[in-house]
């Protein structure tokens, strides 16, 4: 089984980016962890993280063609804007998993919306990085 997961923009900053927020961790750390993880279950693991909309969306698309089983997306302010996103996660019907640090549910009001939401399988979000772990278990259960 094959999995792609994108960070969108500023995520490139955790763990020196309001830690009392997203936690101390950095984006490679909590990478590295899961590559362990998916190592144990069999999964073979790619990443991206960009902070430009369109790099996430051509990777997307090329997903499709690798024959990409599951896509774990951690959009970050891409969430509230991108509808070129989510229709690219639409288009491609690869099940997807929305993956937030934080509780979105429980800060600013414009955080609470997710254009990603409607068309992702499901959204974990409040968990910090075992959100990721939670997503790459829930898609590696629904092998084909």
Do not use: C, W
């Amino acid at each position: 089984m094959k999995i792609l997961v994108l960070n969108g923009p500023n995520l490139n900053l955790l763990g020196v980016r309001e830690p009392g927020i997203y936690g101390s961790q950095s984006l490679d750390d909590i990478l590295a962890a899961l590559g362990r993880i998916a190592e144990d279950l069999g999964v073979a693991l790619s990443s991206l993280q960009s902070n430009h909309e369109g790099v996430l969306i051509d990777r997307i698309h090329q997903a499709r063609s690798e024959s990409v089983q599951g896509i774990i997306l951690n959009p970050g302010g891409l969430t509230h804007t991108s509808v070129a996103l989510r229709d690219a996660i639409s288009a491609v019907g690869i099940d997807t998993v929305e993956v937030h640090l934080s509780n979105v549910h429980a800060r600013e009001e414009f955080r609470r919306h997710s254009l990603i939401a409607p068309v992702a399988l499901g959204q974990i979000s409040g968990f910090g990085a075992q959100g990721y772990e939670l997503a790459l278990r829930a898609l590696a259960g629904r092998r084909k």
